[in-house]
């Protein structure tokens, strides 16, 4: 009794995310780099399961997140990596004759401040140095709370993490998230009526709606 009330008080603060796509990873890195403990659970089977989309265009917040979460070298093998930006405009005919040309201002080297990467590669780089943190093959169903104020959370092959606080990290259409506020929806109509050709804008009102119950 008295030494399971010693392992309650000594039991460090361990956070649970479920989702390991870009926002999950980058969390779990940071958490990790400030000594937190931390458990990453996705759905996907590994990291090579599916593709991940082609590039994402990493801009200025996104690159200081990147910089503040990750270890200094894995910072710079996401630059290091990053698409070269193109530095001429052409125009061709159907016979690939230049009609046009103009050189364009962008770097020739990717510039810490905004980067184009590929997907996979970015995951690739998330994922360095989390073994045994993230864990592969795990799709939530749902989660509940524990007596002691902790969380438990429920895998769909029948086994459950318990830890001190839940990361929702799956995505648009978190199965957390339509568990703790149904009534919070995907409501890309306001954006879409103000620019309904933008497909990007009508994303991050998406990303927008559910970050607010994010916990
Ligand atoms: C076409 C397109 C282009 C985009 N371009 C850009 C861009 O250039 N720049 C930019 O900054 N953003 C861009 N975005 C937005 C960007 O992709 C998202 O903001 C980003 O992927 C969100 O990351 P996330 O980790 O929150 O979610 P996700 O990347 O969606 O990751 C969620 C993870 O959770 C897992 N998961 C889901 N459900 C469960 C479950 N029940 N249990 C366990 N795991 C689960 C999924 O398998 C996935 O790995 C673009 C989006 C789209 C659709």
Redesign the pocket.
């Known amino acids: 009794m008295r030494g399971n009330r010693l392992k309650t008080v000594l039991s460090p603060f361990h956070v649970l995310i479920?989702?390991?796509?870009?926002?999950?990873l980058c969390l779990a890195q940071g958490l990790k780099k400030s000594g937190i403990s931390v458990a990453v659970?996705?759905?996907?089977a590994s990291a090579q399961f599916r593709h991940q989309?082609y590039r994402?265009?990493?801009?200025e917040e996104?690159s200081q997140a990147l910089r503040d979460c990750l270890p200094e070298p894995l910072f710079k093998l996401c630059v290091a990596t990053a698409i070269k930006a193109a530095t001429r405009l052409v125009v061709m005919d159907q016979q690939l004759q230049v009609k046009f040309a103009r050189p364009l201002s962008h770097p020739a080297v990717p510039d810490e401040t905004g980067f184009g990467v590929n997907r996979l590669t970015l995951r690739e780089i998330l994922l360095a140095g989390l073994e045994g943190i993230v864990h592969f093959g795990?799709?939530?169903e749902r989660f509940e709370q524990v007596s002691n104020g902790q969380v438990r959370v429920c895998f769909t092959d029948g086994t459950t993490a318990t830890g001190d606080l839940l990361v929702e990290?799956?995505?648009?259409n978190s199965?957390i998230r339509q568990l703790i506020a149904p009534e919070v929806g995907i409501d890309d109509k306001l954006e879409a009526e103000e620019d309904p050709h933008d497909?990007?804008r009508t994303?991050k009102s998406q990303?927008s709606s559910t970050s607010g119950k994010t916990f």
């Open positions: 479920v989702g390991g796509g870009i926002g999950g659970y996705e759905r996907d989309g994402i265009s990493i801009k996104g795990k799709t939530c990290a799956d995505g648009t199965v497909h990007f994303r990303r």
